[in-house]
């Protein structure tokens, strides 16, 4: 099984656990707004963000080419 297939299930998985984990909906943990992702980097990162938060620049967003040392951004 190729390493982006492992990294898609452990990204996949986290979510899982995380949206658990919430008592009610996510929200962005810089502000206030409902979470529309989740930034996800093993051992790294692993928090919920809205819209504005996340940046196309510093995540690789719903399966697009992974950009190392950044996060991937999963829609919630």
Do not use: N
């Not at 928090?47 to 510093?58: A, L, M, Q």
Request: glycine residues 6%.
């Amino acid at each position: 099984m190729p390493a982006s297939s492992d990294d898609d299930a452990s990204a996949e998985a986290a979510l899982a656990a995380a949206v658990e984990a919430v008592d009610g909906d996510p929200e962005c943990s810089l502000c206030s707004k409902p979470a529309d992702y989740f930034l996800y980097e093993p051992g790294s990162v692993e928090k919920f963000v809205c819209w504005e938060h996340v940046s196309p620049h510093s995540a690789a967003v719903d399966g697009e080419d992974e950009r190392p040392g950044r996060p991937v951004a999963l829609s919630i």
